[in-house]
């Protein structure tokens, strides 16, 4: 059964505590969102599945928005390489477990956020249970059978996700939801091995994983509050930073470029068999 956070009515804002009026006061003097949709948020419940480079920045933001339930799932634990691009963690937590490290940051960021910790891989056997009663999901993973598994999960379930990619100087993001298509739609198959290499072998610049996981995060704000429809809702939107064609400096100016493409365009172009190079997808 497919369900819509957004169609619930919103919490009654007398549950909204004076330190909370304070705290998300940037917020409540918002149109868009004011005290209704921060106690909307108060009710969400969100799943990061990852909290490395994506769910790093995406977490912090989602717990500092005032989002009421995190869960995060991750089995990995913090290396010191980890430290150049996962801004949650610090020298302190290297060797902890990624999801219990990252509860104990944004609990410290945010005290009125509920937080559980999965220190476990996703799969098969435990994703429906980890994923449901959720109102969307974070996909901040590194590998493609995580990111095939959520999207199978959540379209069973009819919840909503947020896909994001990460690798050299490129970044993807995509918002699945409703009764539109899926990654699936997008990338019906995995790339072969050795077609899309992994950060640890092609690299990744620090600040690109902040720019995408951000994005993840408003778009599951976004989402839960319904403020207008999503530019990426069923598109993928690809960013990308470079050295400019026409730099007169090369080596020192950088532009930033950003392009979307519509899930269901790519998919009927996949079946025509005339999109090549789309399956492969950063990580």
Not at 187 to 205: I, K, M, N, S, T
Request: charged share 25%; glycine share 10%; with cysteine.
């Amino acid at each position: 059964m497919r369900h819509d956070p957004r169609s619930r009515p919103a919490v009654d804002s007398l549950r909204l505590t004076p330190a909370e009026l304070e705290r998300y006061g940037r917020h409540l003097v918002l149109p868009e969102i004011g005290v209704d949709g921060q106690a909307r948020l108060k009710s969400a419940r969100v799943v990061l599945v990852g909290a490395g480079g994506l769910g790093a920045p995406a977490g912090l933001y989602l717990a500092a928005a005032g989002v009421g339930r995190m869960s995060i799932v991750d089995d990995d634990v913090v290396d010191v390489t980890n430290l150049q691009r996962q801004v949650i963690f610090t020298v302190d937590d290297v060797g902890q477990n990624k999801a219990r490290a990252a509860c104990a940051r944004l609990h410290a960021l945010n005290p009125h956020v509920q937080l559980t910790a999965y220190p476990e891989r996703l799969t098969r056997e435990n994703a429906h249970a980890y994923l449901r009663d959720h109102d969307i999901v974070i996909d901040g993973s590194d590998n493609f059978s995580t990111r095939y598994l959520v999207n199978d999960t959540c379209a069973a379930l009819g919840i909503a996700h947020v896909h994001g990619s990460v690798l050299r100087f490129e970044g993807q993001v995509s918002l699945f939801g409703g009764d539109g298509p899926c990654y699936r739609c997008l990338f019906p198959e995995p790339p072969r091995p050795g077609d899309a290499p992994d950060c640890a072998e092609a690299g990744v610049l620090g600040v690109l994983p902040g720019m995408i996981g951000s994005i993840q995060a408003a778009e599951a704000i976004k989402w839960v509050l319904h403020a207008g429809t999503s530019p990426l809702a069923h598109r993928r939107a690809q960013h990308e930073i470079h050295r400019g064609r026409d730099c007169a400096r090369p080596g020192v100016s950088r532009v930033w470029r950003s392009s979307q493409r519509s899930v269901t365009a790519g998919r009927d172009r996949m079946r025509a068999g005339t999109a090549k190079g789309e399956s492969r997808v950063h990580s």
